[in-house]
């Protein structure tokens, strides 16, 4: 059986000062790859994070996956409060260790998708080097909250990244789900060799300022993603075969509603901007009230 935690530590990684390889040897620790963690040792690129959140001395900060406290140094260092949340058991015991005299930082040993967000506050900043096999489940968790940050400024992988700001004939359900609560921005390619263990894929630093603005335009959000999954429910399916196939209705009618709008029957979810699911959302709840 493999064991659960990498525990080789290559040199050619090192990170400049040997922080991250000191405290591996001296808790006893490695990557656990059930948790996706791939630490950072790149110093510039924890720079261009702690840049990119621009805290002041008021900011409360959430992290999201702290591991052994690399960036968490930073944020403490800057912001008012500090709250870590780390679902590892042995990672939490480091930081414990390592910031126990800490006075703004908040330890929370727990899945951030268990975490009720209440507990954060408000204008709060999201600063966070992801898990990738989670990442999207966690930033639908903070953009749908009842209490959302004010901003998140992620370490993603660079595929997500580019998922999430992709343009006409390339949007998906995730370009649409973001968009809706925020803008998000590509601020930094960070190469693999940024991590250890590095990881098979470059990410990416990613902001996105939460704007809730257009959300408030919708009547019910249930009702409008479930039309946007039926729509790219099918790849390669045009938007009229997705949404007979999807919503149960009948083609002609999904015809009539895209055509009241001045959309081709022929057209692809993919090729739809949020302002234009918008539409569609208005029109078949408008047609489906007749």
Not at 225 to 239: D, I, P, Q, S
Not at 267 to 288: N, P, Q, S, T
Request: hydrophobic share 40%; aromatic share 8%.
């Amino acid at each position: 059986m493999d064991n659960p935690r990498d525990e080789t530590f290559h040199p050619e990684n090192s990170w400049v000062k040997g922080e991250v390889r000191e405290l591996l040897k001296k808790y006893g620790l490695g990557a656990q790859k059930s948790l996706g963690q791939h630490f950072l040792i790149d110093e510039n690129i924890l720079r261009k994070i702690l840049a990119t959140a621009n805290l002041k001395s008021g900011d409360t900060v959430v992290e999201v996956g702290p591991g052994l406290g690399v960036l968490t140094r930073g944020l403490v260092e800057k912001a008012k409060k500090v709250l870590a949340v780390e679902k590892d058991e042995e990672l939490a015991k480091v930081l414990r260790g390592e910031f126990w005299d800490a006075k703004n930082l908040e330890i929370i040993n727990e899945d951030i998708l268990r975490v009720d967000a209440i507990r954060f506050g408000a204008d709060y900043k999201v600063v966070a080097n992801l898990p990738y096999y989670i990442t999207s489940k966690i930033i639908r968790y903070f953009l749908t909250s009842e209490y959302p940050p004010c901003e998140l400024i992620l370490l993603v992988q660079k595929e997500v990244a580019e998922r999430i700001i992709a343009k006409k004939g390339k949007m998906s359900l995730l370009t649409i789900s973001v968009h809706f609560y925020g803008r998000p921005s590509l601020i930094d390619i960070v190469p693999r060799t940024s991590f250890w263990p590095a990881p098979k894929v470059d990410s990416v630093i990613l902001k996105i300022e939460v704007d809730r603005n257009f959300a408030k335009k919708i009547d019910d959000h249930k009702r409008f993603f479930r039309l946007v999954k039926a729509g790219f429910g099918e790849k390669r399916k045009t938007l009229t075969n997705a949404f007979v196939g999807g919503l149960r209705m009948e083609k002609e009618e999904v015809e009539k509603l895209l055509g009241e709008i001045g959309l081709d029957k022929k057209i692809r979810a993919e090729d739809l901007k949020l302002e234009e699911w918008a539409k569609i959302y208005k029109a078949f709840e408008k047609g489906m009230a007749r």
